[in-house]
């Protein structure tokens, strides 16, 4: 009979998955480059720290239009998309409509910006669609999977009109948990408009890479703090009363829309995207090769690179979150302790990844170091809450360890350990998306060759990567789904925020 | 005739809940059914529903009440199908006048008018029986299905509301737990057990032992 590790190396499945994706991320590690390649790291973070006491609030009045404009495109991408969600939900049963639902979402609002910039140009469109598009996917999947969840009404009762009985029966009492969604999204919204400042909209990233660029590092200070408040206060100033104000607001302070140029997306849709060897009829050799350059140069290493930066960023993901879930948990800290690690988690949970990223990615040279620290920050916040959470809930014996180790070795971890690989693996996709999209930044994931291929104008091969890119995140998502099962944990997951 | 089954049997997950029952119920006829709980008589009532879907009015036993919605609105369900989906839509959040008032007196008989527009999960489990009751008469059919219809109501609402069914329906299948009930205000009692009949008897010819047979099978 095993007994003791033994038992748990070979039995547990628990441990065989935990062992085989952190070999996984070990063998991607070795792969990748984590090197420090600026200069002087330290000195250019120390500079950025002490940047924090030299804020200057006169230059606040300065940078109101970039809250402002990151806020109406925030509103008005919120209320189209759960609209749209709505409608789609209704038909989410519908396998084509799920399947190109779940394409749709793949891909990254920056992303979509990137193709509507070729379409519509620089203007507030691009940004709405950019974000309408993948949100209205992601309250698809979600209003449906609410509504289902309040199905009542007895069968028996329901009648022939069967809209009337949808609004009459299951929105009612699925309301709250909607609307709580709802209002949970609007804060990914504002975290998304403010990042589609760095492909050129005149939102909170526009502003935050340019003082960055200038070094001007109060400025950026000034900048973060002010997003973290305004996120921090959401339920302040954005609640029913309100929201008629802020929507027709949006409309009127965001003005010039930019115009539909139906030539533009004929072209996008007709030439622009069609794979040059197709239209330029070459013959088949050459066509091939063309390819074969392609696929080597750029398909290849995108597609290894965003693989083994998810790899390695999930696992620090995990780590993280059962190093840090016992500092907000008031079983292991007191509440001074919960209190500051409340406030670190909440601020790197409100810092969008490829902000973080960007931060890094200043002080430490390009690697993919800045990236999977993000990545590890951003998630292993967000994980860390759900757990701590999780782990006040815990009752344990009366006669328990006064260990705090202990505690959390036998009591704790054991017990939630399945849930917290539920949660983990439900951020994976999440994890690979915003890998794909880091490469904008200049690591050579897949967002790193859509960009050149972008500043090549080859919007053929910007449209081939981006559909890998979605290709790889539907596999990645039903591996998830996979392993989850195998795992079958009782807790299912549905969404994690 | 409003329903015949003969021998008929009918399994629920794989499993069969009622055998070889043979039942002939007439129009106008007013029939209990009685049983523990597992006995078969909501699936024998479901059964007898998918029979004559089109004419029948449903009360279930979990009584199918929107929590979040309000008693106006609950009642007023019973009747989607009468209207188009743009009236419902309107009368969802800007509730018709005329609708108003007809359920209104609908509420008066039973006591409920001031809860007219509360949310049905404000109410106390008689007041929520009660609307699913009204939400069945507001657009009544000329048969009544109901599952313990009256289960939480005192005697003197549950007496009241027997004596509406009548008066409103022209034939009422009941399914009770309370034998005096059955005896005293209906024509005929049906005893189940385990799935099958084992009393079926005008309730004028009730002998002591067949009450005995009834009280037992209730327990």
Partial sequence: ?497 | MAFLLEDENFSYSNTLVLKNINLKINKGEKLALLGKSGSGKSSLLKHLFEKQKNNVSYIPQDLSLINKLSVFHNIFMSRLDNHSSIYNLINLFFPFKKEVNEIKILLKALDLEDKIFENVSTLSGGQKQRVAILRAKFNAKRILLADEPVSSLDEYLAKKVLEDFFNTYDTVICTLHNVSYAIEYFDRVIGLKDGEIIINKACSELSNDDRNTLYYVCE
């Avoid at chain 1, 065989?16 to 590690?29: D, E, G, N």
């Avoid at chain 1, 409509?97 to 910039?117: M, P, V």
């Avoid at chain 1, 206060?233 to 010039?256: E, H, P, R, T, V």
């Avoid at chain 1, 007709?270 to 070459?282: E, F, H, Q, R, T």
């Fill in chain 1, 1 to 497: 009979m095993m007994t003791g590790i033994l038992y748990i190396m070979f039995v547990s499945k628990n441990f065989k998955v935990t062992f085989f994706f952190c070999l996984l991320a070990f063998i991607s590690f070795l792969f990748s480059d984590f090197s420090i390649s600026s200069l002087e790291p330290m000195l250019e973070l120390k500079k950025f720290f002490f940047a924090l006491f030299e804020i200057n609030i006169s230059t606040l009045p300065s940078l109101f239009p970039a809250i402002l404009r990151t806020v109406c495109i925030a509103v008005l991408a919120l209320f189209f998309s759960s609209f749209f969600g709505f409608i789609l939900a209704l038909f989410y049963e519908n396998v084509f409509i799920r399947t190109f639902l779940s394409f749709i979402r793949a891909i990254h609002e920056l992303f979509w910006a990137l193709i509507f910039l070729q379409i519509f140009g620089l203007n507030v469109l691009t940004a709405l669609l950019a974000l309408i598009l993948p949100f209205s996917a992601i309250f698809a999947k979600v209003y449906f999977e609410i509504l289902e969840e309040h199905d009542v009404f007895d069968k028996q009762l329901r009648g022939k009109n069967i809209l009337s009985y949808y609004f009459y029966s299951k929105v009612p009492d699925a309301f709250s948990p909607l609307l709580s969604y709802t209002l949970y999204r609007f804060e990914c919204a504002l975290r998304s408009s403010a990042i589609l400042g760095f492909v050129g909209i005149t939102t909170l990233g526009y502003y935050l890479s340019s003082s960055f660029n200038q070094a001007y590092y109060n400025e950026v200070w000034l900048l973060l703090l002010m997003f973290y408040a305004l996120i921090a206060s959401i339920k302040l100033w954005f609640n029913k009363y309100s929201f008629l104000f802020i929507f027709f607001f949006s409309f009127y302070y965001l003005g010039d829309f930019g115009s539909l140029s139906f030539s533009n997306l004929i072209r996008f849709i007709s030439v622009d995207i069609i794979p040059y060897p197709i239209k330029a009829s070459l013959s088949f050799e050459d066509g091939s090769l063309w390819f074969y350059r392609f696929f080597s140069n750029e398909i290849v290493p995108g597609l290894f690179n965003t693989i083994l930066l998810t790899q390695v960023a999930l696992v620090l993901t995990g780590a993280m979150t059962l190093l840090v879930f016992p500092f907000i948990s008031y079983k292991f800290s007191n509440i001074y302790v919960r209190f500051l690690s409340h406030i670190v988690l909440i601020v790197f949970r409100s810092s969008p990844e490829y902000i973080l990223a960007y931060l890094f990615l200043q002080i430490f040279g390009p690697s993919f170091l800045p990236a999977a620290l993000a990545l590890m920050l951003h998630n292993g916040s967000i994980l860390a809450f759900l757990i701590g959470k999780q782990a006040n809930a815990l009752e344990y014996r009366l006669d328990f360890s006064s260990s705090k180790i202990s505690l959390y070795a036998y009591e704790t971890l054991p017990r939630l350990y399945s849930s917290f690989l539920s949660f983990l693996f439900y951020r994976w996709e999440i994890i690979m998306r915003e890998s794909a999209i880091l490469g904008m930044l200049g690591l050579a994931t897949l967002g790193f060759f859509i960009d050149s291929a972008i500043a090549d104008f080859r919007l053929d091969k910007m449209m081939i990567l981006l559909i890998l890119t979605a290709f790889l995140n539907i596999v990645i998502d039903n591996i998830s789904k996979r392993v989850s099962r195998y795992l079958k944990s009782d807790t299912e997951i549905k969404r994690c925020y």
